[in-house]
């Protein structure tokens, strides 16, 4: 799997747009990258993915580079409770091997009021 | 429309001791994971299954077995529980599987059942 780099941690004033960073130079042609954020005690959470266009949903918009290095994760207004840490994966198939989504250790955005 | 559902959401139980946690979720997906998140590190695969009848190792399977019982259902089982096994197992489901749309599919998680062995 590609692998993926992510600041530590991030801070973001309330109200604000919360722009998170994340680098996957290595990433190949049929990858998609995945973003999830975990709340303190919940299960991780679906935000968006997209292989090389921008997408948006009613969550957040991602910002896929042209040429698929890096990407930017949006929430347009953060609030309070966008606190969380927010994972970027690159998700690959390995054909006779495991399966799933790779965790690293994301970023911890703290939301400021 | 519940989702992903785990249960129980906590046990402690003794070094030796067995259980079995359940999973079931009630999105119509065939694919479904085994996931133990440990303070300070990521989530780690324990098993996977693609589809009914079927199961395979993921990235810390030793200790652990699991059951898929059905498309709706898929269970982790610890036979002899160690203070190593002590964590957080999050449950996850993803829609059917074939080749074409496997990169498209998220991942869909539970909340959690927190173990703990003494």
């Known amino acids: 799997d590609a692998k993926t780099t992510q600041p530590p941690s991030m801070d973001c004033a309330e109200g604000r747009a919360a722009n998170l960073p994340c680098n996957h130079s290595?990433?190949?042609?049929?990858?998609?990258v995945y973003w999830y954020r975990q709340i303190h005690s919940q299960g991780p959470q679906y935000i968006i993915h997209?292989?090389?266009n921008n997408e948006t949903n009613e969550m957040a918009s991602l910002i896929i580079t042209e040429d698929r290095k890096s990407s930017t994760l949006i929430l347009p207004h953060a609030t309070l409770r966008d606190t969380a840490v927010y994972y970027c994966?690159?998700?690959?198939?390995?054909?006779?091997?495991?399966?799933?989504?790779?965790f690293g250790k994301g970023t911890h955005l703290i939301i400021q009021p | 429309n519940a989702g992903v559902t785990q249960t129980p959401k906590f046990q402690v139980l003794k070094t030796g001791q067995s259980m079995t946690l359940q999973c079931a979720q009630d999105?119509?997906?065939?694919?479904m994971y085994w996931y133990r998140q440990d303070p300070g590190m990521g989530l780690r695969l324990i098993y996977y299954?693609?589809?009914?009848?079927?199961?395979d190792k993921g990235e810390v399977p030793n200790g652990y077995n699991v059951s898929r019982l059905n498309k709706r259902e898929f269970s982790l089982r610890l036979e002899s529980a160690a203070p190593s096994q002590t964590s957080v197992y999050f449950c996850?489901?993803?829609?059917?599987?074939?080749?074409?749309?496997?990169?498209?599919?998220?991942?869909?998680f539970g909340n959690g059942t927190r173990l703990t062995v003494t």
């Open positions: 996850a489901s993803s829609r059917p599987r074939t080749i074409e749309i496997f990169y498209n599919s998220p991942l869909h």
């Open positions: 290595t990433i190949s042609g049929n990858e998609y």
């Open positions: 997209g292989l090389k």
């Open positions: 994966i690159v998700r690959a198939y390995s054909g006779g091997g495991a399966d799933g989504l790779t």
């Open positions: 999105m119509n997906h065939n694919s």
């Open positions: 299954s693609a589809s009914e009848g079927t199961t």
